[in-house]
Every structure is written in structure tokens, then in C-alpha cells.
């Protein structure tokens, strides 16, 4: 049948929070193809690494991406300091591994709340959003930004949090956890969620495996891959358990965020109980020379920061292979096929993060 | 008055011998043409006002020599289509044509002395109504013929010119068509009929290609089962009751005539492409467009609809009449639903033809005095609008080289005159104060009270008929700047003539409604129920604003949209930002794309081979049943 | 009450066709702020000010003027004016059906004004409408249907005054009714072919391309038809004028309740369940009354 | 009387942020921060919205997008910097991409600050937008009638 139309998807598209465009060629609603078409915000920051000093060039890796600043901020430092073998103070272990479930915890409800707002509940949006405002309070508090920034640095974090704030962000988040439960349910059991989630954006186990598939979008399809089982940071501490579906649809993806989120409550609950006293940082002297990759566990994935030093103050390459990155061509392959409706859903089931992608 | 009823008949036929006969490129053919055109419109509406406030009449005819004439014609007409048949290997049509011919002339040799024929011609309001369309409608599309023709085949080198064949044919097509509406004489309609079949058959297979020709063959096929039926009604008319005329079959024992009827009616159903019959006249799209145009609007199909109309009355109140409520019903509903997910312009008028003639099969199986004055004016509103489209979507296919829908994009910007011209026929076609709504209002009126189960299937079917017609319309006066170059000026005089009349009488009729409901289907309602249905003075009064408003607020919105409103700013389409200019956005990998918009089509739920067997399966069950109960 | 009924039906047919033109957009609008503001609470937001409709049209009036084309604001206005006619129509009294198909019409005329402006995603908004059109058309004629059986007219004004309650003989076509209502009040689950938010995978649908003035009117014709529409069930509970008035403005409160709790479905099931609906509750119900006469 | 102040429409347009600001716009439209009580809506339409707010700097790519953006807004409108990117660039002034501060494209009205701008400075300066706009609408009228004046 030759009745295509072609419309353009983006760069500037209300379900997109961030611009990446498509072209969509259809018949009725169905997709027939989708040619994705990036860039719109690359920056170019991985080469500002020649210009800034590897100690401050933590800064911009805080600012890769919003949602998940510290991770990347962390998996810089991690890198760096491996490279320059710099033992860590176990309690800036523990600190950063709950600062980064923390961050899985408010970047899991904000997706929530978009995909939410995607298949056009917008009451759940708001409720979503709402609860996540208790998370973004503990950030507040503990790392004086509603984003985390600078909270990281090469050696270990840059501040300390006392036992009573500890205490208190157990006490709080045990208060958002039934919150968060209930919330769940609706995703889980409400049956427009389901018509709109239910088999949607279906991807099999091997395909998920052949595309390079990370993170949730991995481990729904069945494939049980979680970095923080290698035991990065005060991970190899903690009981760490991958949360794998095998149905590969939209809903499945949604079930391992779900789950992924509650567990991050676990663990933060159960760093809180093991940190040990000590310092929170360690003097750094010298500089890089070597190369490493870090591998962390984002809340979309596995990410990769690679760090080359040449012994200079600046380092000669970083590069970032984000997980957004490695979904898109499952994406591309889930969206051929679905309907026009279906679009912003696959789309954000990916949770995908442009800014972190195009850097 | 009984000449003007002759001559009707006759003079389309001498018309026709004279296109057969004059040679091409004789000066004045279509001077001759052009006057006969203006003679066959003129005459029906003298009829009309010499009748105004008369009841029928009846016309004695010395028959015996013409019935021998027709049956002359009748073996020689067997005789040619059999001969083309055997040509084209195929033996179906033979077989049905030998049935039916043996059928014919054996009951002449046996029963054939003792016919008594009272009155052989006839006229009353309903058949001045059937001539009016036919004179006017008919001669406007072989108006528009003399500018189409030469443009078709130079369009189509190929097609062998017979231009002289085809303009005998459509003149012949309207004789026999007047024939049919002036009979009396069942043997005499049954004659006309087998000739409209002839014609069709013909006019069908006018390119003499493989597709035309199985077209051509499908139309005979369905038909000459619809013939052969009819004439074994013929048969067991005659032998229960002894009568072979129009109006003594009414007046008959209802039980000893209801299978004749419904003989007749099963016919009818085949001429008017009811289900199981539809295909043929889908099939029929690949003749040339004035075919079309005469097969969907004024002849052939409502032949089908006329007959059934005037035997409806014998099946009042019985299990047969609600199977052809149901037939006609199953027909509007499922069409509709097809139409939907067709893109062929001219199969999307085909279907929505099928659809309104299931409408006046339904309304003539319900059988009320409402139901018969909502058919009659289903026909003469359908008749004027759907011909306006066939001929328009006909320019149109030459100017675009496609028929099909997605091609018209912007139409409005191409073919502005005639855009406008199509708008007025699509209005007329479903939208609120052109007259099919206002019948469709009747008909659901007439059918909560008679079927309630029927306005339901109305309710539903009208939804599916605004799909279709609302995306065409959208299609075409979609407006996009630039680039666009208007091809009218090419559209011949003859043509626009063609549509003038019948965009001016689209709205017309509408206007006039109150009249014709007045003068002429009440006193025909009268006759028949002795009673006509009130229309609310108020609703004809709320119609007639919104005509008049529309009238008057569009080409006053228009001029001031146009000329007077200068104050905006002009942007492209909202394109994600991406835009390059107002129509094309920057792509994937760099890439200037224009933006393409099409229709949805839906095949899924609307597909033509998902819900045509639906139809076919249904309307036979309903048929067999149908027979089955008048035969026991 | 009863006197301002009386009062109503004291009236000829042009000062209540005067009064629908004047009132109706006062009370759309007004319904239209207490919907934004329920919702809000419904959201645990705060909400804006019950006025706020009224600040958006004005506003909206004040904006300049941007066109794609020329023409495009055309078809909108014949979208109010048969929308103003048909609800004019509604509360004189007339025939039912005239004013469904003038309704029709006018919904036709939006539909032309999505597709006239040849921009995508308008287009996408205006082949979602028609689908929705088609998925309300037939309960709406239904409820014709089903009023004319039991009062025996199509006049509003009559089936108004019946004494004895129509719901209780229509259950089922007020069943259907509520049912598409949500479409026509686009309301999730049914709002695709435009909706009130702005998360919407063809960004605002039909509307799209329209801004300022022109938005403004579609704004007022919308409020114009849900008057007309929660007119329509008012006919339900005629026999007691104060029920009815209630009963209808409850009806709206349900569909912002369904608006919270619904995800917006996909085109297929829209359709499908509505038609599936009125088959089921609407023609059930016609059939048995049919069966009962 | 200028209606302007009661119901501006916002469309938001991430230029190149890193989402941090994005995120914050977002959230200004929800339970605790609520901008309905303004009347303020998010579009996500440049033909329906009053105030352009832009998060992250320009690129050379998304600098044609705002143009487009821009020039398909009516009048009055206004154009709001949210973040320290949109303002002059912050921690990406020296990559080789970023172009700098929005204001480098468009006529920028408001800046607000922040890396992240926290929601109440958005919505601080969303209000400010408003009082903008009243005046743009007002010059606007006067040049008008001057014009008829003339």
C-alpha cells in the first residue's frame, strides 16, 4: 500500500523532554520506519577534557546529565582514580554507593511520572512527581543542590554526611516507600496502563542480546546483566539483586523500574546500617598516567567511562559510552511496527537520556 | 399524452440510430446532439407540469405486433450474446441466456395467444419522477460525453475508437431505460430490461481489454441471473393468476402473487448491486466515465430500485418484505463500512452508490407511506449528486493522471472551479442541509416506527458514511503555498456545461424539495397509502437557513478570507521545529523531506475482503430465506 | 427552580435561543474553570483560578494573528456558528435529530479546518477525529432513537416536559451516552484527536495549527456544545428539574473523575469499545423497547 | 486590559541542556511548585505559547530549531534563559560546539540563573516574563495607533 505519510518527530516535541528527531513514515497509524537523527545537543564536552585540569574536570562530568550527575561524576573519579591508584576511604565508598542509589531512586519515579504523562494519565504524572520531591529534599540537604553536584570528587566525596541525617533519610524513605508502593500498583494492575504498556515495543531476549540492549531494557527482555554485581564502590558490601523480566514489552520494562526502585530503597537502607566511621577523602598527588575503563550501573544502564592519561595535568582522552546509546538501535527496531500512540511510550521506556548520549 | 410517453422511448432510440449512423467529424453531429439533449430534458419536465395534479394514467397500445417486434429482438439479442460468449470462451453467460431465452419463448408459444394486455403504457407520479432523471441526468452525461470521449482516447491510444458505437449505446441505454419506466406491460419491462443489460454489457466492455472484459462479463452474468429469474416470475405470474400488468399485480391475491414478486425483486436486487450482487458494479469502474456516471446515477441501478419500488406493496407485511429490508440494510451498513478503506475514487463511488440504493431496498421493504416518500427522494437526491461526482472524479483523472484519492492532494489548488464543484457534490452527498441528509432524517424517522432493529443499522451505517466522505473532502481542499499549477483551463466546455447543470440542480433540488414533496410524491403516496407523511414546516423552515446561510455566508467568508483580512503574519506548519521551509522539515542524515500526508484506510477493520463476504454471506442467507418463505 | 422553568418555557423560541446564545458561553466557561480546578485537586495541585478560562480566551483574543494559510481560520468559524445554531436549536425546543445532524455538521466543519492546513500533525488530529466522530455518531442518533420511542416525539421541548423519568425507560442509552460523552467532552481515555494537556504524541492534534483568535473560538465553541450536551442529559431526568440539573452537572464531575483515572487509549480500542458499547447497552435497549411496544 | 499576565503559555525547548533545568521546568508544573495557580500551561506548541523558555546553550544545530521556534510564536512574546547554559554557556563556554548564551540567537528577556535554576527562580521568572509581555502588548497597541496616527 503507498499511502505514507512522513512526519517529523521532534527535535522540539512535547513528549520528547529532549530533542532528538525522527523521521516516522506511516500507514494509518503504523509504523513503517523511523529514521532517528541526533546531535541536537552535543556539546562536545569530552574534549574539553585538554582544556580543564583533571581535578576539575569533575564539574563537567557532573554536568553530562542532569538526571544522573553523580553517576557520571563518579564513574569519572573512579576511573581517574584508578588509574593513579588512589586507595579510597571506605566510608566515601558508602557515601557515594547511597548518593548513587538515590539518584536510581528519583530518576526511576521521574520516569514513572513522564511515561506516565505519555500514555496521557496525567493525574499519576503528578502524583508521581510529587513523591518524588521527598528524594530530591535528602539531595538538598546532604549535597545543597536539588541536582547533585560537586559531591564527587577524585579521592573520594567532597563532604561528609553525620549519623543523624543518616538516620533520618532511613526514617524518610521508609516513610515513601508504601507511598511508592501504591503508586506501583496503579502502573501495575490499572488496566489503561496495561492496554497502553501490554505488549507494547516487544523485544526478544536475543535481539536484546544482538542489539547490545543495557540496563532495564536488558534485563526485561530476560538478560540478567547488572554492573553492580561486579562490585564496584561499597557495592561489593551490599546484596545486590539484578531485577530481571522476560516478557521484553514496555510493561515488563516498567515492572523491572518498579522493582529496581523499591530495592533501591533496600540498599540504601542497608549501607546506611553498614558504613563504617572514617574519612571521606584521601590527598591526591601527581598526575594520571594510564588508561582505564569504569564500568557503573546507571539507572538506564551500564555506562562506561573511559579515562587515558599521559602524565600531564590534562588528560589526553575520556570518553563516555552511555547506555542511551546502546538501546537506540533496539529502539529503531522496536519502533517499526508499532502504532504512531505506541511512539512515546518505546521512547521512554528506554528512559532515554539525549544529553548523556550526544554529551 | 400517451405520444409524448412514445416518443420518450422512441426518440432516444432514433437519436442513437443517428450517432450509429452519421460519420464522425460530420459538422453539426453534435449540434444534433446538443438539441436532442435539450428535447429529452424538456419533454419529461412538460410532462410533469401538463400531469401536475393528475392521478396516473393508463394507456391502451395495439400490442400485438410490437410484442412480436420485441420478441424478435429479444432472439436476436440472445443470439449476439451468445455469439460474443462463445467468442470470449466463456460459457456461463450461454448457458443463462439459453434458460432464459427458452424460458421466454416457450411460454410465448404456449400461453402467448391468450395474454390479455389492458394497458400496456403507463404514467404516474413515480414514473415522471424516474424520467425526469433520466431525461436530464441521462442527456447531461451525454453532454459531457462529447468533450470526455475525444480525451479518453487520446489518453488511451490503444482502445479501438468506436466512439460511434458508444454514443449509440448510451442513447439506447436512455430509451431503454424510459421504456422500463413507461411499462405496464411486464413483458414489455422484461424487455427493456434485457436491453439495459445489453447495454451495460457493452458500455462495460467499451475498452475491450482483459480487465474490462471480465467486468463485462461479471455485469452480464449477475444480471442475466437476475433476468432469468425474472422471467421464471413471468412465468408463475401468468400461470397463477393471468395477469402480466404492473398495476393488476397489486390488486391480485397477495398470497398467489407474492413469489412473482419476490422474482421480481431478487431481479431488481441484481440490477441494483445489492449484495450478493455488489461486484459488478464495482467492477464496472473501468468503462469510461460517462458509463459510470449513467450506471450509478440515473439508469441501470435504478432500474433495480424502481422495480423493486413498484412490487413492494404485494410483499407488505410479510417475512419476504423484512428479508428485503434486511438485504438492503446489510448492503448500506457494510458498504459503508468498505467504502472506508478504499482509495480508488471512482470504488469509493461505487460502494457509497451501493450503500444508498441498499438504503431505498430497505425503505422499499418497509413499506410505509414515510419509508416510500424517503426512497423517492433518496433516489432523485443520490441520482443528481453521485453523477455530479462520477463526472468530476472523470476531469480529474485526466488532469492527475490517477484516480486514485491520494493523489488529490491540494486539489483546490489545482482545479479550483472544479474543486468547488466536487464540494457541492460530496455536501449533497451526506452533509447536513443537502438533501440526503434530509432523506436520511425521513428514513430513520420512518424506520423507528416500522423496525427499530433498522435505525439502528442506519445509525451505525451514516457514521461509517462520514468517514469516507469527510477524509475525501479533507483531501481535496487541503491547501499547501507554492509550487502548484492550476491545470483547469484544459477541463473542455462540454464538460463544464455537464457539471453547471448538475451543481445547480444539486442545490436545486434541495431547494425545491418542498415543491416535489408536494406536488409530486404525495399525490403518489396518496395513491398508493392513502395517506402522506407531514414533514415539520419547521424543520423544512431550520434547512432552509442553514441553505441559505451557507449560501450566503461562504462565498462572503471566502471573498473576505481572500481579499479584505490583511492582517495576519504567515508562518510555515508547525514541524518540530525542524523546518526548513513550510513544508519541508530537516531530516534524519541531513536531508531536505517534504512532508507527505495521506488518509488513513484502516483495512484492518474496513478491509474489502474481510467485510465482502461478510455482506455476500449474510444477503444469501436472507435471499434463501426470502424465497423460501414465499415460496411455501 | 420551577419558576425559572416556567419562566423558560414561557418564552418563545427566539429569547430562548437568545438566552442559549448569551448564557452558554458563560456557563461552558464556568465549568470549564471548575473542571481545571477539580482536576488540579485531583492532582494534588492547587489549581488555577475557576476564571481561568475566561483569562485565556481574552488573552488568546489579543494575540497576532499567524496563519499558515489563508483560509484556515474559515472552517472555524462555520465550526461556532453551527455549534452556536445547533445549541440555539437544542434549547428552542425543536426536533432532536436537526440538531444532532446540524451538531454533525459542524463537527464536519472542524474536521476540514484540521485537514485544510496540510501540516501533519493537524492532519493526524483531524483523521483521529473523524474516527471519533464515528465512534460517537452512532449513540448519539441512538439517543434519538430511544427518546422518540419512548415520548413518541423528536421535540426536544416535549421529551423535556414528559412527565414520567426517560431514564428509567433508557437506562441503557444513557449508559451509552455517558459512555461517549468522554469522547465528545475529549476527556481521557478519548482525547486523541486533541487533548487539554500538552504531552501528546501529535502535539495538540487538530488544533495545532490554530493560535490566538482562532484557538480562542474553538475554545468558546467547545463550551458552547458541552452546555448542549449536558443539556442533552438533562432530557434524561426532565420529569424533575432540579435532578436533572444535578444530575447533569454529576455527570461531569464523573467524566473529569474518569479523565483522572484513565490512561488516553489507542485509536483501535476507542473505537472498537464504542461501538462494542452501543451495540451492547444502546441497541439492547432500543430492541426491548421496541419488543415492548 | 491586557489578559497577558493571567494566562501566559509557556513552551520549553532544550537547546543542548543536561537535563538538570529541563527537569526543573517540568517540575515546576507539578504538586508542589504548581505554576497553574498562575494559569500558566505548558504548551509544547510554539503557535500557542507566550514565553520561549530555553534551557542549555546554543549549538549549531539547535540554533536553527530556535529560530524556527521563534519565528512561528505570536506576539507578544517572550524569551526566558533558564540556567546558567542558557545564560552564558557555564561549564560548557569552551567546548568547541557551544556557541554560548541563547542570547548569542535570540533576544533573550529573562535570565534565570542557577545550575540547576532551583523552581522558584523559574517561576520567579515566569512572573517577570508576564510583566514583559503586558508591556510588549502595550508598546505594540501604542505603535498601532501611532501608525493610524500618522
Known amino acids: 500500500m503507498a499511502h505514507r505519510n512522513l512526519i517529523p518527530f521532534g527535535p522540539q516535541h512535547p513528549v520528547l523532554p529532549e530533542p532528538i528527531h525522527f523521521d516516522l513514515v506511516t500507514e494509518d497509524e503504523k509504523i513503517v520506519d523511523a529514521i532517528p537523527s541526533i546531535s541536537y545537543v552535543h556539546r562536545g564536552l569530552e574534549s574539553l577534557v585538554e582544556k580543564r585540569d583533571f581535578i576539575d574536570y569533575v564539574h563537567v562530568a557532573d554536568r553530562i546529565c542532569g538526571l544522573c550527575s553523580f553517576m557520571h561524576s563518579m564513574g569519572y573519579c573512579q576511573a581517574v582514580e584508578e588509574i593513579m591508584g588512589v586507595e579510597v576511604p571506605e566510608r566515601a565508598l558508602y557515601l557515594r554507593t547511597i548518593w548513587a542509589e538515590l539518584s536510581r531512586l528519583h530518576s526511576h519515579i521521574f520516569w514513572l511520572g513522564v511515561a506516565a504523562d505519555a500514555f496521557g494519565f496525567e493525574s499519576l504524572f503528578m502524583q508521581a512527581l510529587r513523591l518524588r520531591e521527598p528524594v530530591l529534599d535528602i539531595f538538598e540537604e546532604t549535597t545543597g543542590g536539588r541536582v547533585i553536584l560537586g559531591a564527587s570528587k577524585v579521592g573520594g566525596v567532597r563532604r561528609d554526611i553525620d549519623a543523624d541525617s543518616l538516620a533520618g533519610i532511613v526514617k524518610r524513605l521508609a516513610k515513601l516507600r508504601p507511598e511508592l508502593e501504591e503508586l506501583s500498583t496503579v502502573f501495575i494492575t490499572d488496566y489503561s496502563v496495561k492496554h497502553r504498556l501490554c505488549g507494547v515495543g516487544y523485544i526478544s531476549k536475543e535481539d536484546a542480546y544482538i542489539l547490545g540492549c543495557v540496563g532495564p531494557m536488558a534485563r526485561a527482555s530476560g538478560l540478567d546483566m547488572d554492573m553492580r554485581v561486579i562490585g564496584y564502590s561499597a557495592y561489593k558490601y551490599l546484596d545486590v539483586q539484578p531485577m530481571v523480566e522476560t516478557a521484553g514489552d514496555c510493561y515488563a520494562r516498567c515492572l523491572v523500574r518498579i522493582r529496581e526502585m523499591l530495592h533501591s530503597i533496600d540498599l540504601v537502607r542497608e549501607a546506611i546500617g553498614k558504613i563504617p566511621d572514617g574519612p571521606v577523602e584521601v590527598k591526591v598527588k601527581g598526575f594520571p598516567n594510564g588508561e582505564y575503563m569504569s564500568r557503573i550501573e546507571q539507572p538506564r544502564g551500564e555506562v562506561i567511562h573511559y579515562a587515558k592519561g599521559n602524565g600531564s595535568r590534562f588528560l589526553q582522552r575520556f570518553r563516555v559510552r552511555v547506555p542511551t546509546f546502546s538501546n537506540i538501535p533496539a529502539m529503531i527496531r522496536i519502533l517499526k511496527g508499532s502504532e504512531i500512540a505506541d511512539v512515546p511510550n518505546i521512547i521512554l521506556t528506554l528512559d532515554p537520556c539525549i544529553s548523556c548520549t550526544e554529551r | 399524452m400517451m405520444n409524448a410517453l412514445i416518443f420518450l422511448i422512441l426518440f432516444p432510440l432514433f437519436i442513437s440510430l443517428l450517432a450509429l449512423f452519421l460519420p464522425r467529424g460530420m459538422p453539426g453531429r453534435k449540434v444534433i446532439g446538443t438539441v436532442a439533449n435539450a428535447v429529452l430534458c424538456a419533454v419529461p419536465i412538460y410532462l410533469l407540469f401538463a400531469t401536475l395534479d393528475q392521478g396516473p394514467s393508463y394507456f391502451r397500445l395495439e400490442s400485438g405486433f410490437i410484442t412480436t417486434a420485441m420478441l424478435v429482438l429479444e432472439v436476436l439479442i440472445a443470439a449476439y450474446l451468445i455469439y460474443l460468449s462463445v467468442r470470449a470462451k466463456r460459457y456461463l453467460p450461454v448457458v443463462l441466456v439459453v434458460v432464459q431465452l427458452v424460458t421466454m419463448l416457450g411460454f410465448e408459444f404456449v400461453h402467448g395467444h391468450s395474454i390479455q394486455v389492458e394497458y400496456s403504457l403507463f404514467m404516474d407520479k413515480f414514473s415522471i419522477i424516474m424520467a425526469l432523471i433520466v431525461g436530464i441526468i441521462g442527456s447531461a452525461i451525454c453532454l459531457y460525453g462529447f468533450g470526455y470521449m475525444p480525451e479518453y482516447h487520446h489518453h488511451y491510444p490503444e482502445v479501438k475508437d468506436r466512439r460511434n458505437f458508444f454514443a449509440f449505446l448510451m442513447y439506447l441505454f436512455l430509451s431503454a431505460m424510459f421504456g422500463i419506466i413507461f411499462s405496464n406491460n411486464i413483458m414489455w419491462l422484461f424487455f427493456f430490461w434485457e436491453v439495459t443489460t445489453l447495454c451495460s454489457f457493452l458500455l462495460i466492455g467499451y475498452r475491450d481489454d482483459n480487465a474490462s472484459r471480465d467486468s463485462a462479463f461479471r455485469a452480464l452474468n449477475m444480471n442475466l441471473i437476475g433476468g432469468v429469474v425474472f422471467a421464471f416470475g413471468i412465468v408463475y405470474l401468468f400461470l397463477s393468476s393471468g395477469t402480466m400488468e404492473l398495476d393488476k399485480l397489486l390488486l391480485q391475491d397477495k398470497g398467489t402473487v407474492l413469489l412473482p414478486a419476490v422474482c421480481f425483486a431478487f431481479a431488481g436486487l441484481a440490477k441494483s448491486a445489492q449484495f450478493p450482487f455488489s461486484s459488478w458494479l464495482t467492477g464496472a469502474m473501468v468503462a469510461p466515465t460517462p458509463v459510470s456516471a449513467l450506471l450509478h446515477s440515473s439508469t441501470m441501478v435504478k432500474a433495480g430500485v424502481y422495480l423493486i419500488l413498484r412490487v413492494s406493496p404485494v410483499m407488505e407485511n410479510t417475512v419476504a418484505a423484512q428479508m428485503l429490508t434486511l438485504i438492503g440494510g446489510v448492503s448500506f451498513l457494510v458498504t459503508a463500512m468498505i467504502a472506508i478503506s478504499q482509495s480508488n475514487a471512482k470504488k469509493v463511488l461505487a460502494y457509497s452508490t451501493i450503500s444508498n440504493l441498499g438504503l431505498i431496498v430497505a425503505c422499499a421493504g418497509v413499506n410505509t407511506d414515510a419509508a416510500v416518500w424517503s426512497a423517492l427522494l433518496l433516489i432523485i437526491f443520490h441520482a443528481v449528486a453521485k453523477s455530479l461526482l462520477f463526472l468530476c472524479v472523470g476531469i480529474i483523472e485526466y488532469k492527475l493522471d490517477s484516480r486514485d484519492i491520494e493523489d488529490m492532494d491540494f486539489l483546490i489548488m489545482r482545479l479550483p472551479k472544479l474543486t468547488a464543484v466536487m464540494m457541492v457534490g460530496m455536501a449533497g452527498m451526506f452533509l447536513a442541509p443537502f438533501g440526503m441528509i434530509i432523506s436520511k432524517f425521513v428514513t430513520l424517522k420512518a424506520f423507528i416506527n416500522a423496525n427499530p432493529f433498522m435505525a439502528i443499522i442506519l445509525a451505525y451505517g451514516s457514521a461509517a458514511t462520514i468517514f469516507f466522505w469527510t477524509k475525501w473532502m479533507g483531501k481535496i481542499i487541503s491547501i499547501r503555498h507554492g509550487e502548484h499549477e492550476v491545470v483547469e483551463h484544459r477541463v473542455s466546455n462540454w464538460e463544464w456545461t455537464t457539471l453547471g447543470i448538475l451543481a445547480f440542480a444539486t442545490i436545486a433540488v434541495c431547494l425545491a424539495f418542498p415543491f416535489i414533496s408536494f406536488h409530486v410524491i404525495d399525490p403518489y403516496l396518496m395513491e398508493l397509502f392513502n395517506k402522506a407523511p407531514i414533514v415539520d414546516t419547521f424543520n423544512i423552515l431550520v434547512i432552509f437557513v442553514i441553505m441559505l446561510g451557507l449560501l450566503i455566508i461562504l462565498p462572503l467568508g471566502l471573498f473576505f478570507f481572500a481579499f479584505v483580512n490583511r492582517n495576519y503574519k504567515r508562518v510555515g506548519t508547525y514541524l518540530g521545529g525542524a523546518n526548513i521551509s513550510d513544508i519541508t522539515f530537516e531530516g534524519a542524515m541531513d536531508a531536505a523531506q517534504p512532508i507527505q500526508i495521506k488518509s488513513y484506510y484502516l483495512e484492518k477493520f474496513f478491509g474489502e475482503e474481510r467485510l465482502f463476504y461478510v455482506g455476500v454471506f449474510v444477503s444469501l442467507t436472507l435471499i434463501f430465506i426470502m424465497f423460501g418463505v414465499a415460496a411455501i | ?293 | 486590559m491586557a489578559w497577558f499576565k493571567r494566562s501566559p503559555w509557556i513552551l520549553h525547548y532544550n537547546a543542548t541542556s543536561c537535563n538538570g533545568c529541563d527537569i526543573e521546568v517540568i517540575v515546576s508544573l507539578t504538586p508542589l511548585y504548581d505554576v497553574e495557580r498562575f494559569g500558566i500551561i505548558n504548551t509544547g506548541n510554539p503557535k500557542h505559547a507566550d514565553i520561549l523558555a530555553v534551557t542549555g546553550s546554543v549549538n549549531e544545530k539547535s540554533r536553527q530549531v530556535l529560530i524556527n521556534l521563534y519565528e512561528q510564536m505570536p506576539e507578544p512574546k517572550v524569551i526566558m534563559a533558564v540556567g546558567l547554559c542558557a545564560v552564558s554557556g557555564c561549564v560548557f563556554q569552551d567546548c568547541y560546539n557551544v556557541m554560548g548564551g541563547v542570547d548569542k540567537v535570540l533576544p533573550v528577556d529573562v535570565y534565570v540563573p542557577g545550575c540547576a535554576a532551583r523552581p522558584e527562580s523559574i517561576i520567579d521568572g515566569m512572573l517577570k516574563a508576564c510583566e514583559i509581555l503586558e508591556e510588549k502588548y502595550a508598546n505594540r497597541n501604542k505603535r498601532e495607533k501611532g501608525e493610524e496616527h500618522e
Open chain 3, 1 to 293: 427552580m420551577n419558576t425559572i422553568q416556567e419562566m423558560f418555557q414561557s418564552w418563545g423560541m427566539v429569547e430562548r435561543a437568545v438566552a442559549f446564545i448569551l448564557l452558554a458561553p458563560l456557563a461552558g466557561g464556568l465549568i470549564a474553570g471548575i473542571d481545571r480546578r477539580v482536576s488540579a485537586r485531583f492532582q494534588g495541585r492547587y489549581g488555577p483560578p475557576v476564571l481561568q478560562p475566561f483569562y485565556d480566551v481574552f488573552k488568546l483574543m489579543q494575540k497576532q494573528r499567524i496563519l499558515v494559510n489563508k483560509f484556515q481560520n474559515f472552517n472555524i468559524l462555520l465550526f461556532l456558528l453551527f455549534t452556536v445554531f445547533s445549541g440555539a436549536l437544542f434549547f428552542m425546543g425543536v426536533d432532536l435529530l436537526l440538531t444532532i445532524f446540524s451538531l454533525a455538521l459542524a463537527g464536519t466543519f472542524f474536521v476540514l479546518a484540521g485537514f485544510c492546513v496540510g501540516s501533519p500533525f493537524s492532519h493526524l488530529g483531524a483523521e483521529r477525529e473523524i474516527i471519533q466522530q464515528v465512534a460517537y455518531e452512532p449513540m448519539v442518533i441512538l439517543l434519538a432513537v430511544g427518546m422518540y420511542q419512548v415520548t413518541g416525539s423528536f421535540k426536544v421541548a416535549e421529551i423535556a416536559q414528559f412527565q414520567a423519568p426517560l431514564i428509567l425507560y433508557l437506562p441503557g442509552v444513557f449508559a451509552g451516552f455517558l459512555y461517549i460523552l468522554t469522547i465528545k467532552f475529549r476527556k481521557s481515555p478519548f482525547d486523541l484527536s486533541m487533548s487539554h494537556h500538552a504531552h501528546q504524541e501529535i502535539v495538540r492534534g487538530m488544533t495545532t495549527e490554530f493560535s490566538g483568535p482562532a484557538l480562542a473560538v474553538i475554545e468558546i465553541a467547545h463550551w458552547y456544545e458541552n452546555v448542549m450536551l449536558l443539556g442533552m442529559v438533562y432530557l434524561f431526568f426532565g420529569f424533575n428539574p432540579w435532578l436533572g440539573l444535578g444530575v447533569a452537572l454529576l455527570t461531569y464531575l464523573f467524566e473529569i473523575f474518569i479523565d483522572m483515572n484513565y490512561a488516553r487509549f489507542k485509536w483501535q480500542l476507542t473505537f472498537g469499545s464504542s461501538w462494542l458499547f452501543t451495540a451492547v447497552a444502546g441497541v439492547s435497549n432500543i430492541i426491548v423497547l421496541g419488543l415492548m411496544r
